[in-house]
């Protein structure tokens, strides 16, 4: 039903039809196993939170030492499983993963598509996951506005940059990637913005001046 209404609404708005189906996308809540978890599921942790950080036995250096390595982080080999199966190993233990994020994002991108692989949901949906399981998280906004943004949902992408940016919190990296955001939907003028308040804050990334140094920023 929700399919043939988006395809209803994108005629008479303009709008594409991928834009309203995924923001009526109804996702399984991060927290509890009869909330989209499953049995025996380690977690959910906040990735913020120094307690789940620090120390050899914390729940993220057992999660990142099984499920997530450079090789799933940079998705050219999985560790206790599949690639997608890694990351969503990682993606349920912390929801709000910000590397873990980023790679389920350049893994999107690379496949063109939402649904990937043996991921059990769609990556979208994993992003709802983790705004939903973390409000207050610049990060995961910022890297779904990157992801968005390649993938040419540009007003939804915008929307998520937008959000990032005022929970930004002085973090260099939100602004970064929203830079990025900004960048690929073709304001140049934001993304310019944006890098100059994360080198201001700390970043030495040079990727997105990079990139805007091939554009007429005005």
Same mark, same amino acid.
């Not at 990682?90 to 929801?95: D, E, K, S, V």
């Given at each position: 039903?929700?399919?043939?209404?988006?395809?209803?609404?994108?005629?008479?708005?303009?709008?594409?039809?991928?834009?309203?189906?995924? !923001?009526?996308?109804?996702?399984?809540?991060?927290?509890?196993?009869?909330?989209?978890?499953?049995?025996?599921?380690?977690?959910?942790?906040?990735?913020?939170?120094?307690?789940?950080?620090?120390?050899?036995?914390?729940?993220?250096?057992?999660?990142?030492?099984?499920?997530?390595?450079?090789?799933?982080?940079?998705?050219?080999?999985?560790?206790?499983?599949?690639?997608?199966?890694?990351?969503?190993?990682?993606?349920? !233990?912390?929801?709000?993963?910000?590397?873990?994020?980023?790679?389920?994002?350049?893994?999107?991108?690379?496949?063109?598509?939402?649904?990937?692989?043996?991921?059990?949901?769609?990556?979208?949906?994993?992003?709802?996951?983790?705004?939903?399981?973390?409000?207050?998280?610049?990060?995961?906004?910022?890297?779904?506005?990157?992801?968005?943004?390649?993938?040419?949902?540009?007003?939804?992408?915008?929307?998520?940059?937008?959000? !990032?940016?005022?929970?930004?919190?002085?973090?260099?990296?939100?602004?970064?990637?929203?830079?990025?955001?900004?960048?690929?939907?073709?304001?140049?003028?934001?993304?310019?913005?944006?890098?100059?308040?994360?080198?201001?804050?700390?970043?030495?990334?040079?990727?997105?001046?990079?990139?805007?140094?091939?554009?007429?920023?005005?």
């Amino acid at each position: 039903m929700i399919k043939y209404l988006c395809l209803l609404i994108s005629i008479l708005f303009g709008i594409t039809y991928q834009t309203c189906y995924a !923001a009526t996308l109804e996702c399984p809540n991060a927290r509890g196993s009869t909330n989209g978890g499953h049995s025996g599921q380690f977690g959910p942790f906040d990735y913020r939170d120094p307690a789940n950080r620090i120390g050899p036995s914390s729940p993220l250096h057992v999660v990142e030492i099984y499920h997530f390595t450079t090789g799933v982080a940079t998705l050219t080999k999985g560790e206790s499983s599949s690639v997608t199966g890694d990351l969503s190993y990682t993606l349920r !233990a912390f929801p709000n993963h910000h590397r873990a994020l980023q790679s389920l994002a350049d893994l999107g991108i690379q496949a063109k598509r939402i649904n990937v692989g043996d991921l059990p949901y769609s990556i979208p949906c994993f992003f709802i996951r983790a705004k939903n399981y973390s409000p207050t998280d610049g990060m995961v906004d910022a890297v779904y506005a990157y992801y968005l943004a390649n993938m040419n949902q540009k007003d939804l992408a915008r929307i998520e940059a937008d959000l !990032a940016i005022k929970k930004a919190d002085n973090n260099p990296r939100v602004y970064y990637d929203s830079g990025l955001a900004y960048y690929y939907i073709g304001d140049y003028k934001k993304a310019k913005e944006c890098s100059e308040m994360a080198k201001k804050l700390g970043s030495t990334a040079v990727g997105l001046d990079t990139l805007l140094s091939k554009v007429n920023v005005k």
